[in-house]
């Protein structure tokens, strides 16, 4: 039951304001997957190393493989920047690594840096050492005889003009940086390279920026084009004519091979792009070959690597990895996969060209015999999802979809005791949409993807039937936005609602329904994005900021049907505008905050589930070089809105914000860092990171007791048990405090089902076991107990921080890796998490079974118990409910019998280790062994399934019951 209103204003003002983080600091985060790499354009080797490897990933920091890419570990968690755009490890000194933050392939989805940091070991510490305000780095080359001279090509701002751009030296290891070319605040750098053997660098210029509105490609202007120093930076020359094209250039890219020589140039350029190839150290250049794959979409491909032993030898990555072994006249497709990979970088180790390291959308892989195998992507968890979703059932799966890779599901939770490659699977291909579950059949879901494609799988057959409002797309897949008859962005809202399991919303420039599954769509709205065309002409004027929102550049970016009011949906656009229709959209109203600028993304819409005036809208302003936090709050259908975001700070710009349904105020926010709490409405916003490495979170929703994540770069992640956010306020007064337990769900499984995979394998963990039980100390304890009772006030089991630790596991055949240590009560100040496994305790007995894990107790019934705290004398009591596995058809009768004969195995197991206290008889304590092994294999077939044990079980009890008692007739009952 909801706190009233009045009641409710009270307790909101004594927790108004910042909570101190020990109240809740022991919640973690816990990462699922899927274990598929995303996108990853800086890749690096150790010169002469086969094993050691380095890649970028554009959303989840730097990674390392010792290996040879069989197992890759974060090394970037802890540092505030997670996209890498380019990495780099000194060849005289490879434990000096430079990597610089935020990639520059500038598709519309794109995450940002700031600056470069540098390792001097190998990795393992970072430091920032400058070139903050360069925001995207493309490349980052070091002299092959001084690690302390370092050259960086800085891209700068993708959505707006700025001067830290162009190519910087540093000659001191990043201390201090001179900008050596820089021809203006448009024109970025693109690509760099020193050629081997010599102090001459090449570097190519890009003018290009993304416009605020939705569009594939970026914008490109004048000025790009190619440059070379030949005294190490000192001193640069716009190369120009003698072959190469002439007028307006895209992006180019460039190599060299060793001796400075020759060098090839990848040149997008109209009607003359094509691989250029010069023999003179770039005085003259000839086309060598204008093979259209090689320049398709320049703006996101544009590398070419040079085999440093075989000058005849290149590569050129696009959506395949096209190689070339006659300098550059002929290409073949050397990697590639249907439906296109997208490979980026490529690097080669110059001591042995059959190792290389490539770079690609599905992340990276290693080959150690010149690309005959490579190492796999699907140990890399960097995926950049966009949307998250879960269903309804137990346990819950989490969906979304994967840039560049399709959808994921990934279970919350298994039977096996972890999840793995056997658990998630697809739901579609889409690579950037939401998923909507249908409220009635989990097997059936509605699938979006790429502008406005929809479709309605069906998990039981594997049927995707495409559903899309219009069909006919102006100008293909790049086709301009403003003359579509539905206008989509690269993902676009779509929403069951929540009083009609029936209905579907989509969002294009007017708000699409569908009752029937996607068979007819009705236009339930007018156009709500600004557009001010009769029809759909497109304007004879340049597209500006200024004049895109009326010339129909805009879309409808969030839904939010309200849960409390049938008919009342709010609507929010990238063109910065709110509606409301209170009547299913016969009516709309404008309830944009008043001064709100247009092209203020409004990234999502949280309707209140607690009163339906109240609502809360986030808007994203990055894309007008404006990256700090907007979050809106309304509690009278829009007439007002309140700025909400004391505590939150730039860059970490707003992606999303959701109301915790069980607690009014509470609120949580998906930034491009990490994730924000509010205690207070929005009225003062705090940290929740926790464990969590920085990432930008898109989307996060709340399942029950558990906050659920979508990270851009490292997949999704799960907040387990975050019921203590809804009790924040009263341990701030307290000395000590007991927080109330979530309900507790029993659970049977998690055994061993066959060959684990192997430690090097990915995979993420169960929550562990049973339930969480949470205190708060405010100073330490001498001594600290934790007891279960049942409904009558029996102890079920109790714990204590002065508890014996558990005896030494025996000497086996399993590694110590495979065993979680033992819980114990803390007795610090702050807050602990001790989970109970919903068990009995094996009083008198303990002992390891044959796979080296300790033998448990029974597992309790369903039903009502208590919690008792004791520090230091004084006892704190919660009530806790237990529920049945909602999975299990077990009666009551049965769980009834279950228990009957596990308590009474356990009973006897403890009189069989009391009785061994008392003997020193070699042959008696032989036959006990044998009692106790046959005990404890019965207890394991009585606990085995929520079911009636088989008259087996009983029958053999009683023997071996007897036989205790024939060996130590006075043994206690």
């Known amino acids: 039951m909801?706190?009233?209103?009045?009641?409710?204003?009270?307790?909101?003002?004594?927790?108004?304001?910042?909570?101190?983080?020990?109240?809740?600091?022991?919640?973690?985060?816990?990462?699922?997957?899927?274990?598929?790499?995303?996108?990853?354009?800086?890749?690096?080797?150790?010169?002469?190393?086969?094993?050691t490897f380095y890649f970028g990933s554009v959303g989840g920091g730097v990674w390392k493989t010792m290996d040879a890419g069989m197992v890759w570990t974060p090394l970037f968690d802890r540092q505030p920047a997670p996209s890498i755009g380019a990495i780099a490890v000194a060849p005289s000194m490879p434990n000096v690594v430079y990597a610089g933050t935020g990639e520059a392939d500038i598709r519309s989805q794109i995450g940002f840096g700031d600056g470069i940091y540098k390792s001097t070991d190998a990795g393992q510490t970072w430091t920032n050492v400058g070139l903050r305000d360069t925001r995207q780095v493309s490349k980052i080359v070091i002299d092959p005889r001084d690690p302390n001279t370092v050259f960086v090509a800085a891209l700068g701002h993708v959505y707006g003009p700025n001067p830290e751009r162009g190519v910087f030296r540093s000659t001191d290891g990043g201390n201090h940086w001179t900008k050596v070319l820089y021809e203006g605040p448009d024109l970025g750098a693109a690509d760099l390279v020193l050629a081997p053997g010599t102090s001459t660098l090449y570097a190519t210029l890009w003018n290009a920026k993304r416009p605020p509105w939705?569009?594939?490609?970026?914008?490109?202007?004048?000025?790009?084009?190619?440059?070379?120093?030949?005294?190490?930076?000192?001193?640069?020359?716009?190369?120009?004519?003698?072959?190469?094209?002439?007028?307006?250039?895209?992006?180019?890219?460039?190599a060299a091979a060793p001796g400075g020589k020759r060098v090839y140039a990848l040149i997008d350029a109209k009607d003359s792009s094509g691989l250029y190839r010069s023999e003179d150290g770039g005085e003259?250049?000839?086309?060598?070959?204008?093979?259209?794959?090689?320049?398709?979409?320049?703006?996101?491909?544009?590398?070419?690597?040079?085999?440093?032993?075989?000058?005849?030898?290149?590569f050129i990555p696009n959506v395949a990895l096209f190689r070339s072994t006659d300098s550059g006249q002929t290409f073949s497709v050397f990697k590639g996969a249907p439906g296109g990979d997208d490979y980026h970088i490529l690097w080669i180790d110059p001591a042995e060209s059959r190792r290389m390291l490539l770079g690609s959308d599905q992340g990276t892989n290693v080959s150690l015999n010149g690309g005959q195998t490579w190492s796999t992507w699907f140990n890399q968890p960097t995926a950049q999802m966009y949307h998250v979703?879960?269903?309804?059932?137990?346990?819950?799966?989490?969906?979304?979809?994967?840039q560049d890779s399709g959808t994921a599901a990934v279970p919350s939770r298994t039977n096996h005791g972890e999840i793995d490659a056997r658990d998630w699977f697809a739901v579609g291909g889409a690579e950037a949409g939401y998923i909507a579950v249908d409220p009635k059949d989990p097997d059936i879901f509605f699938v979006g993807d790429t502008y406005g494609t929809l479709s309605r799988f069906d998990r039981r057959t594997g049927q995707s039937h495409t559903i899309t409002p219009w069909l006919l797309?102006?100008?293909?897949?790049?086709?301009?936005?403003?003359?579509?008859?539905?206008?989509?962005?690269?993902?676009?809202?779509?929403?069951?609602?929540?009083?009609?399991?029936?209905?579907?919303?989509?969002?294009?420039?007017?708000?699409?329904?569908?009752t029937d599954g996607g068979l007819r769509w009705q236009e339930i709205s007018r156009d709500l994005t600004g557009?001010?065309?009769?029809?759909?002409?497109?304007?004879?004027?340049?597209?500006?900021?200024?004049?895109?929102?009326?010339?129909?550049?805009?879309?409808?970016?969030?839904?939010?049907?309200?849960?409390?009011?049938?008919?009342?949906?709010?609507?929010?656009?990238?063109?910065?505008?709110?509606?409301?229709?209170?009547?299913?959209?016969?009516?709309?109203?404008?309830?944009?905050?008043?001064?709100?600028?247009?092209?203020?993304?409004?990234?999502?819409?949280?309707?209140?589930?607690?009163?339906?005036?109240?609502?809360?809208?986030?808007?994203?302003?990055?894309?007008?070089?404006?990256?700090?936090?907007?979050?809106?709050?309304?509690?009278?259908?829009?007439?007002?809105?309140?700025?909400?975001?004391?505590?939150?700070a730039e860059p970490a710009y707003l992606n999303g914000v959701r109301e915790d349904p069980a607690r009014r105020g509470l609120l949580y926010a998906a930034t491009e860092r990490n994730v924000a709490v509010s205690f207070d409405d929005g009225g003062h916003w705090q940290s929740l990171q926790l464990n969590m490495p920085a990432c930008s979170v898109r989307d996060l929703v709340v399942h029950g007791d558990d906050v659920v994540i979508a990270t851009f770069g490292r997949g999704f992640w799960i907040l387990d048990n975050a019921s203590p956010l809804r009790q924040i306020g009263a341990p701030s007064a307290a000395d000590t405090f007991l927080y109330k337990p979530a309900q507790a769900v029993r659970i049977s499984s998690d055994e061993y089902s066959g060959t684990p995979f192997p430690p090097e394998e990915p995979k993420a963990n169960n929550p562990p076991a049973g339930i969480a039980i949470d205190y708060y100390l405010r100073a330490p304890a001498a001594e600290v107990s934790l007891e279960i009772l049942d409904a009558a006030g029996k102890t079920v089991r109790k714990y204590s921080s002065t508890d014996a630790p558990p005896a030494p596991r025996k000497p086996g055949a399993i590694a110590d890796s495979w065993f979680a240590p033992p819980a114990k009560l803390g007795v610090t100040a702050g807050m602990t998490r001790f989970y109970w496994d919903l068990r009995y305790a094996l009083n008198g007995f303990e002992g390891y079974n044959d796979n080296g894990n300790p033998f448990v107790g029974p597992l309790v019934l369903p039903g009502a118990y208590q919690v008792r705290l004791t520090a230091d004398g004084r006892s704190y009591t919660q009530p806790l409910q237990v529920a049945m596995d909602p999975r299990s058809k077990a009666t009551a009768a049965d769980l009834s019998k279950q228990l009957e004969l596990s308590l009474a195995i356990a009973g006897t197991l403890g009189q069989a280790a009391e009785a061994r206290k008392h003997t020193a008889d070699n042959a008696l304590l032989s036959k006990l062994a044998s009692i106790t092994a046959d005990l404890t294999t019965l207890l394991a077939v009585a606990e085995s399934a929520d079911r009636t044990p088989p008259d087996a079980a009983f029958q053999a009890f009683e023997q071996s019951r007897g036989a205790l008692a024939a060996l130590f007739p006075a043994a206690p009952r």
Request: glycine letters at 10%.
């Open 531 to 648: 557009d001010t065309r009769p029809d759909r002409t497109p304007i004879a004027a340049p597209v500006t900021a200024e004049n895109a929102m009326a010339a129909g550049f805009g879309v409808i970016y969030a839904i939010a049907p309200s849960p409390l009011q049938s008919g009342q949906i709010w609507v929010g656009t990238d063109t910065g505008l709110i509606h409301l229709t209170r009547d299913g959209g016969q009516h709309w109203d404008n309830v944009t905050p008043h001064g709100l600028p247009r092209w203020s993304r409004v990234t999502q819409i949280e309707a209140s589930h607690f009163d339906p005036a109240e609502a809360y809208a986030t808007v994203d302003r990055h894309r007008l070089d404006d990256y700090r936090p907007y979050l809106y709050r309304t509690r009278d259908y829009g007439k007002t809105w309140t700025l909400a975001v004391d505590g939150l």
């Open 2 to 51: 909801y706190l009233r209103q009045g009641a409710l204003s009270v307790f909101l003002a004594a927790v108004a304001g910042a909570q101190p983080a020990h109240l809740f600091d022991r919640l973690q985060w816990r990462m699922i997957g899927p274990f598929r790499g995303g996108r990853a354009v800086a890749v690096a080797g150790v010169p002469g190393d086969p094993a």
């Open 389 to 402: 979703t879960t269903d309804n059932q137990f346990p819950y799966v989490v969906y979304g979809s994967q």
């Open 284 to 314: 003259s250049w000839t086309r060598s070959c204008a093979d259209k794959r090689l320049t398709e979409r320049s703006w996101y491909f544009s590398n070419v690597t040079v085999d440093p032993n075989h000058p005849d030898t290149l």
């Open 214 to 254: 939705s569009q594939y490609a970026p914008v490109e202007g004048p000025g790009s084009g190619l440059y070379r120093s030949t005294d190490g930076g000192e001193h640069w020359t716009h190369l120009t004519g003698r072959g190469l094209p002439d007028g307006q250039w895209g992006r180019a890219g460039v």
């Open 473 to 514: 797309r102006e100008g293909g897949f790049a086709g301009s936005l403003n003359v579509q008859k539905y206008r989509f962005s690269w993902t676009s809202p779509l929403v069951f609602s929540p009083q009609d399991p029936n209905t579907l919303y989509f969002g294009a420039q007017k708000l699409l329904k569908t």
